[in-house]
């Protein structure tokens, strides 16, 4: 059994900190929350959000009305893209500055709120830039209040203190994770992501399965990120299918939130290795692939790698998209469950489909280990994450 893996004589951190409104038409509570602000001295704040998806969705209505009947002032930066850099963090934080800004309204999937979280650090320490953060020249110990409005269910950021973003120069994509950037509040109303692509669909949710698998099998995983792996584990093989099949399922759309909303707590709690550590190089050379497909890809091979290492885990929460699963398995085996399973959510890619080549595995390694806190996931990996495995990861994946 799973327990096994768990040494009890370590002290390990259970963290729960966001408040979320969670459920179909949770988005009313902006009203709520506007007038919270408010009686906090808020009085001007800037939104973060892509081109479309925040108006597309219906979310600016509720958000737009909550701000002008609390007389809360608003510049809006709309130009946050999927992977979101450096250089769009610290324009929004300029624009926040100037406008006076004091705290942050994020309204998309990952992206803008990650990249909220930036400019809220930024907020509070103006003579920084976004490549401070993500290069790790200073610790932030305070950060202006953000509110996330989540239009995805994937990411798992609105519960918790990461967050991602591009340098776009160094092809780095680091990731952060700090107490001060706890989101205040966190909206998760599954009408608003009705409209998701079938291709968003898929990925975010993929998303939200990794990061489960990575904190269930972490060095300093716990039973509680284990048992909310396999909880995450089955509702995204329940409902992910329904979803596909019926877009405007909100039901599917209620319970793929809450899987990927408990995900980011439990990633909060087990943090993340290989699979985050090696996809964020692929995304940093190739800033238009979708951060859950790279990490589709390179799931397979991952679970392959540290089966040996956590099959008794493993294969608990695995089994809900691999019932065949189990200990007596071998490690090539487990990989081939894995990827059936991908296949029959249609996610079959493999990463020369993406346009990789053997030729970018030297590359893409070297990126694993230059890139600011990777090297600090693969170092609470379950096995040797020397770059060896991490080249025998990318190859497979191919």
Not at 29 to 44: C, H, N, P, R, S
Not at 263 to 289: I, R
Request: charged letters at 25%; proline letters at 5%.
């Amino acid at each position: 059994m799973w327990e096994k893996d768990i040494d009890i004589n370590e002290i390990k951190e259970i963290r729960t900190r966001t408040l979320v409104y969670f459920g179909v038409g949770a988005i009313e509570k902006i009203e709520d929350i506007a007038q919270d602000l408010t009686q906090k001295g808020i009085k001007k704040l800037i939104v973060m959000s892509g081109r479309n998806a925040y108006k597309a969705t219906g979310a600016w209505d509720y958000v737009e009305k909550a701000l002008k009947n609390n007389k809360i002032e608003y510049i809006n930066y709309d130009k946050v893209t999927p992977n979101p850099t450096n250089q769009a963090i610290d324009e929004a934080a300029k624009m926040a500055r100037e406008f006076g800004a004091q705290a942050v309204i994020a309204i998309g999937g990952g992206s803008p709120t990650d990249a909220g979280k930036s400019v809220t650090i930024l907020l509070k320490y103006p003579d920084k830039t976004a490549n401070d953060i993500y290069e790790f020249k200073f610790a932030p110990e305070s950060a202006a209040p953000i509110v996330a409005i989540n239009l995805t269910h994937g990411t798992g950021t609105e519960t918790n203190r990461f967050a991602v973003a591009t340098i776009v120069e160094k092809d780095y994509k680091p990731a952060i994770a700090y107490d001060c950037i706890y989101p205040m509040y966190a909206i998760d109303d599954p009408k608003l992501m009705t409209k998701l692509s079938d291709k968003q669909t898929k990925y975010v949710s993929i998303d939200a399965l990794n990061h489960v698998v990575e904190a269930a099998t972490s060095k300093v995983a716990s039973p509680y990120t284990i048992c909310l792996a396999h909880e995450v584990i089955s509702t995204v093989a329940k409902y992910l299918p329904k979803a596909i099949a019926n877009p405007d399922d909100v039901e599917a759309r209620y319970y793929l939130a809450y899987a990927a909303m408990m995900g980011g707590v439990c990633f909060d709690n087990g943090l993340l290795h290989y699979t985050h550590a090696l996809e964020h190089p692929l995304s940093a050379m190739k800033h238009e692939l979708s951060h859950g497909l790279g990490l589709a890809i390179l799931l397979p091979a991952v679970v392959e790698n540290m089966w040996e290492a956590k099959k008794e885990t493993l294969s608990y929460i695995l089994k809900p998209i691999a019932p065949e699963i189990s200990p007596s398995n071998s490690a090539r085996e487990v990989n081939e469950l894995v990827y059936e399973w991908l296949k029959s959510v249609g996610v079959p890619s493999k990463l020369k489909d993406e346009g990789f080549k053997e030729s970018d595995i030297d590359r893409l390694v070297e990126l694993t280990y230059t890139t600011p806190s990777l090297e600090g996931l693969l170092q609470i990996a379950p096995t040797k994450a020397d770059k060896e495995a991490v080249r025998e990861i990318y190859t497979k994946s191919l």
